[in-house]
């Protein structure tokens, strides 16, 4: 079976964390970025044909993905492709997905590929695409949206939600909103076929239409020009939509169960491979239930915590319930609590750092504390 791939990067902010870069490359769980799970889906499915839709700040995500060898994209027919906003379209900067699709449209357009699946980059998870192209297929349907059930709480806001009535057929469709309970969260995966969508991104751009939840899914359901299925996710869906979703859901990696489900659930996840000499743990380093990447010297003491590649924590420091992002540096007999560093951070000897539950206290790239 032909499939073809395409990758949003999802360029909502989520303050400094994303100000220089995409969701896509926002770096997750030690030593990946969040487009390596997106990746890892299409390509241990077989998909060998995927494009990469940016509308900004795309020059780190580049770097990190290169040329897909890691994925095994080189090698194969199709390949990998950056889709960047102005490089088929001279339309403006594309307002929804859309009209990212419809700037691409030389590129959805070209092979012989049947059908196309489209993913977000916000949401991390591990699943079978082949079962979910089955489901697609044995529905009948002109679009699978996947989706996940206990996201919707009445409190946060959902791109779009689905309702399923006791037959398990849908209800109701809504956007944008605070769906209730009983509504199931879209995880931005949408499988169709491609001569489908292709004729559905026409379609958009002749009626000025951009976004493909409110218009194409909601709109087409509402007014039964477009048939949706339903596909439920079972396993683990972390929805990084915010500063505190990323604090909360990369600490939730510091568990068994939902680490062996993101890491290997379907299928293994792959990323960039960058060489480092082992972590060096000193004479009275302290550890517990701490996430380690290589290349960390660790003297000090640290708990509850995700550690990137090449983090030093020097001697008398404390550092609990944080994400500390590469090469930081922990001075001596700092206090680090609650908080998120981004690369190259520096907390001097002494300095205390310290955020709550509530109110996690972000540091931006390079900056010295």
């Known amino acids: 079976m032909n499939v073809m791939g395409i990758i949003f990067t999802n360029d909502a902010t989520m303050g400094?964390?994303?100000?220089?870069?995409?969701?896509a490359s926002l770096p997750f769980g030690g030593r990946y970025r969040q487009v390596d799970f997106a990746l890892s889906n299409l390509t241990c499915a077989g998909v060998r044909h995927i494009g990469i839709i940016s509308r900004h700040s795309y020059q780190s995500l580049m770097h990190h993905?290169?040329?897909?060898?890691?994925?095994?994209?080189?090698?194969?027919?199709?390949?990998?492709?950056?889709?960047?906003?102005?490089?088929?379209?001279?339309?403006?900067?594309?307002?929804?997905k859309l009209d990212s699709l419809n700037t691409a449209m030389d590129f959805l357009e070209f092979g012989d590929d049947e059908y196309v699946v489209m993913i977000d980059s916000a949401i991390v998870s591990n699943f079978d695409l082949n079962a979910v192209l089955a489901a697609h297929i044995a529905s009948g349907k002109d679009i699978t949206v996947v989706t996940k059930a206990g996201i919707c709480n009445g409190e946060k806001k959902i791109d779009l939600a689905l309702k399923l009535n006791e037959n398990g057929e849908i209800a109701d469709i809504v956007c944008d909103t605070k769906a209730s309970e009983e509504f199931l969260a879209s995880m931005d995966i949408f499988v169709a076929s491609k001569s489908w969508m292709i004729a559905q991104v026409e379609d958009a751009a002749a009626h000025g239409k951009s976004h493909l939840d409110r218009d194409l899914i909601m709109g087409g359901w509402q007014d039964g020009s477009v048939s949706v299925n339903v596909y439920p996710f079972e396993g683990v869906a972390l929805f990084n939509e915010s500063e505190l979703e990323y604090y909360v859901n990369t600490l939730a990696l510091l568990k068994k169960?939902?680490?062996?489900?993101?890491?290997?659930?379907a299928h293994p996840v792959w990323t960039k491979v960058r060489d480092r000499v082992p972590c060096y743990y000193g004479e009275n380093v302290k550890m517990e239930n701490v996430l380690v990447a290589d290349g960390c010297m660790l003297?000090?003491?640290?708990?509850?915590?995700?550690?990137?590649?090449?983090v030093t924590v020097e001697e008398g420091a404390e550092v609990e319930n944080c994400i500390i992002m590469n090469d930081c540096v922990i001075g001596k007999g700092a206090e680090v609590k609650y908080a998120i560093l981004d690369k190259e951070v520096?907390?001097?000897?002494?300095?205390?750092?310290?955020?709550?539950?509530?109110?996690?206290?972000?540091?931006?790239?390079?900056?010295t504390v």
């Not at 169960?257 to 659930?265: K, Q």
């Open 65 to 96: 993905v290169g040329s897909g060898e890691e994925w095994g994209l080189e090698l194969g027919e199709g390949g990998l492709e950056f889709l960047t906003p102005y490089a088929q379209s001279t339309q403006d900067v594309y307002r929804g």
């Open 16 to 23: 400094e964390l994303t100000n220089k870069r995409t969701m």
């Open 346 to 367: 520096t907390v001097t000897p002494g300095a205390k750092l310290c955020g709550t539950k509530e109110h996690i206290i972000v540091v931006k790239k390079g900056e």
């Open 257 to 265: 169960e939902v680490r062996a489900d993101v890491f290997g659930g």
């Open 299 to 310: 003297e000090g003491e640290v708990e509850d915590s995700v550690l990137f590649r090449q």
